[in-house]
């Protein structure tokens, strides 16, 4: 006998928003009211800080196989550039250009509102009070380098101790030259270790799904610490976060993307825009890449009309290895986390962040959540805590809607570039060349 209608579910990105809003509005509570109790002092010592810690060690437990197999694989993907011609080596260079202009119209953006910034004297002192300490307690983190040092050492000389150091940048140097090494040999063993490095793709985003499934908890501990420390200013801080970002994706999706599909595809942007309509809804709806891939092939055949051997291979390939949205957000998180945490960053070491953003952007994992671990290495790299992180996922998930739309729309975009000047039968053959 029934006992009634089964009730539904809340999913995953309403519980971690749910956690998000309760942990900071019961942090910002108990600073007005309880601020320097030594119970509360107590409370946040032994409770919600080793929480929001052991979250943040679980993600970056899983940062080193993630990026080696994630690079890896999406280099190799793009195959061997000889064979593909010129429509490999034109989808290459537009995701190149594309990605880099991404993520500098974010940096600009965020050097320039300067969304971390504003924060009072006595917060700022008691925000770094110790922060150092807390953040090597999440992971050793090795001593930001500077200058000509750092572009040295992005090549290891030994890949086994750059990672087993915390090295990421020598580490997604290792893993670009493997995927590099894959698109040139194609025997039977290099087949074989690709299958290798899909399967543990496979098993550390499986890994990742499980940690994010305790999000909820993590975040609410992480809010609730920092809240219940520094109380309501730091809310102020995250909003202009949030718009810098909304800000940066709105200009590259209708400025950037506008004038590449016009000037370099030849389409009006009205018709562009249109005719997308139906990805961009499955891109927000489901914050995944992968997941819009067969919507967009649909839309890129039916309503845009590009050659289907062009928007098969250009779209496929940038489900994983054009993620422009991802790569500006990344940029833009890491610049407002290190101004948040008074953490000043040279000139090289923004660089630095630009070229790992846009190796970034090629492999990301296309799911919601898959550019949190290449953040988190980031801030390792450059020594910004990475506790800081707990304020971003309560709000990643509405972005990572956000960014998604943007990486889908920028692989349409590159599909009606790459197919101008390429009949049906032409890109047939080049494709297949």
Not at 32 to 55: N, S
Not at 414 to 424: I, K, M, Q
């Amino acid at each position: 006998m029934s006992s009634g209608p089964r009730r539904k579910r809340l999913p995953l990105h309403t519980k971690i928003l749910l956690g998000a809003v309760l942990g900071a509005l019961a942090g910002v509570v108990a600073h007005l009211l309880f601020g320097g109790e030594p119970w509360l002092l107590a409370l946040i010592r032994y409770g919600t800080r080793p929480i929001g810690q052991i979250f943040l060690r679980l993600l970056l437990m899983l940062v080193v196989p993630l990026v080696f197999a994630a690079l890896a694989l999406g280099v190799a993907g793009l195959g061997d550039l000889k064979s593909l011609g010129r429509i490999g080596l034109k989808t290459l260079a537009y995701t190149v250009v594309v990605s880099t202009i991404a993520v500098l119209l974010g940096l600009f953006l965020v050097n320039t509102v300067r969304p971390g910034t504003g924060v009072s004297p006595d917060v700022k002192r008691r925000l770094l009070e110790g922060a150092a300490e807390r953040a090597a307690a999440i992971t050793a983190a090795p001593a930001p380098k500077s200058g000509i040092d750092l572009l040295v050492q992005i090549v290891p000389d030994n890949p086994i101790r750059a990672a087993a150091s915390g090295d990421m940048l020598a580490w997604m140097f290792f893993a670009l030259m493997i995927g590099v090494g894959l698109c040139l040999v194609r025997s039977e063993a290099a087949i074989r270790f690709e299958e290798v490095l899909q399967g543990g793709y496979d098993v550390v985003m499986r890994l990742i799904h499980l940690v994010i499934g305790f999000a909820p908890i993590g975040v609410a501990a992480l809010l609730f610490t920092l809240t219940a420390d520094l109380g309501y200013e730091i809310l102020g801080q995250l909003g202009s976060y949030v718009g810098v970002v909304l800000v940066a994706l709105f200009v590259h999706q209708f400025v950037v993307y506008s004038l590449a599909v016009w000037f370099l595809g030849g389409m009006s942007p009205l018709r562009f825009f249109r005719g997308i309509q139906e990805a961009m809804v499955t891109a927000f709806s489901t914050a995944s890449s992968n997941a819009t891939l067969p919507t967009a092939l649909k839309v890129a055949d039916e309503e845009l009309g590009l050659p289907e051997r062009v928007s098969r291979f250009v779209l496929t390939i940038g489900a994983t290895a054009n993620q422009n949205g991802t790569a500006l957000f990344e940029g833009v998180t890491v610049l407002f986390l290190a101004q948040f945490y008074d953490v000043a960053l040279t000139i090289e070491q923004q660089v630095i962040v630009l070229f790992v953003c846009i190796l970034a952007g090629v492999g990301t994992a296309g799911i919601p959540g898959g550019s949190l671990p290449v953040i988190a290495a980031l801030l390792n790299v450059l020594g910004i805590p990475v506790e800081g992180l707990g304020l971003i996922v309560g709000v990643d998930r509405f972005l990572d809607m956000c960014r998604t739309v943007i990486n889908v729309s920028g692989d349409l975009a590159a599909a009606v570039v790459v197919s101008r000047g390429e009949s049906h039968e032409e890109a047939a053959d080049a494709v297949g060349a």
